[in-house]
């Protein structure tokens, strides 16, 4: 069965039988010189950064899926409450996180 997960407190029509733990996902990543250069570039123009939105978006995208895989090493049935935080190390690097609560289902 594969981990559910949600960012409410409770699962839909599920019954939370144990409290396994804080689960977390983390990435850290860099564009590249070449990438930074062409965004620097675009924003010139103003608008959406496309090469920062897809970065941004693959990292979310794994630090869920480390997140998912440290739940099933807890074997959790669910993650309640998931959220995302994110920060910027130096100029060229960000930092994301995907954490949640690890619980069993009745």
């Known amino acids: 069965m594969a981990v559910v997960v949600t960012t409410a407190f409770e699962v839909a029509g599920r019954e939370i039988e144990e409290t396994l733990g804080t689960v977390f996902g983390v990435v850290v990543r860099s564009q590249g010189l070449g990438g930074n250069i062409l965004a620097s570039l675009r924003s010139l123009g103003g608008g959406e950064i496309h090469e920062y939105t897809r970065l941004l978006e693959d990292t979310r995208r794994q ?30 690097m960000t930092e994301v996180v995907a954490y949640g609560t690890a619980v069993k289902l009745r």
């Open 63 to 92: 630090a869920v899926d480390r997140m998912l895989e440290n739940a099933g090493k807890m074997g959790a049935d669910a993650v309640v409450a998931m959220r995302f935080d994110s920060s910027e190390i130096g100029q060229t």
